[in-house]
């Protein structure tokens, strides 16, 4: 096996235990840099209203619904940035436009997470206005599902765009 790959492997097994030690250390506050697009953008595309409370996150006006440290998804952007970083960086050849790209990975890792809250968020809050209309839905395991659907689902489309030569819509390096 290359050995690059399993430095790369062990690498990153250890930068996504750094990242979820990281997250747990965390408060809300300190997430708000991921949270506050993410409300914006909930509220433009699904209409909600939010305030934003310091201990408990954004509140959606006139629902008993918070985003929260658990919404913000900083583990997800932990790990998209890695997917990014190694698809981008595996077929360049000079260092210093590795470089470019593990830095260029930085924000649209970011925009990416962002929107791919949102959406999760606006499905959840309709999920939420259901199972409270229907007290035997299983509000709490569906909405951790649909989170790991949408989070997958993410993942897998910017595996799909990047790393695979038939779909890749960025023609790069030297392949």
């Known amino acids: 096996m290359n050995r690059r790959l399993i430095l790369f492997a062990l690498g990153s097994i250890a930068y996504l235990f750094v990242i979820q030690l990281i997250f747990k250390s965390l408060k809300t506050n300190d997430l708000l840099f991921i949270l506050a697009p993410s409300a914006k953008l909930v509220s433009f595309f699904g209409g909600y209203a939010m305030e934003w409370s310091d201990l408990s996150g954004f509140q959606i006006v006139g629902k008993n619904i918070r ?13 998209l940035y890695l997917l990014l970083t190694y698809s981008f960086g595996k077929n360049w050849n000079y260092y210093k436009t590795k470089i470019q790209w593990v830095i260029f990975s930085i924000p649209l890792a970011f925009l990416f997470v962002v929107g791919v809250n949102a959406a999760r968020i606006i499905t959840g809050i309709g999920i939420e206005t259901f199972s409270l209309q229907n007290t035997w839905f299983p509000n709490k395991l569906f909405h951790e599902f649909i989170g790991i659907i949408y989070f997958l689902f993410g993942m897998s489309a910017v595996y799909l765009l990047l790393d695979k030569p038939k779909l890749n819509l960025l023609k790069y390096g030297n392949s």
């Not at 985003?67 to 790990?79: R, T």
């Open 67 to 79: 985003i929260e440290k658990s919404c913000s998804g900083f583990v997800y952007l932990g790990m």
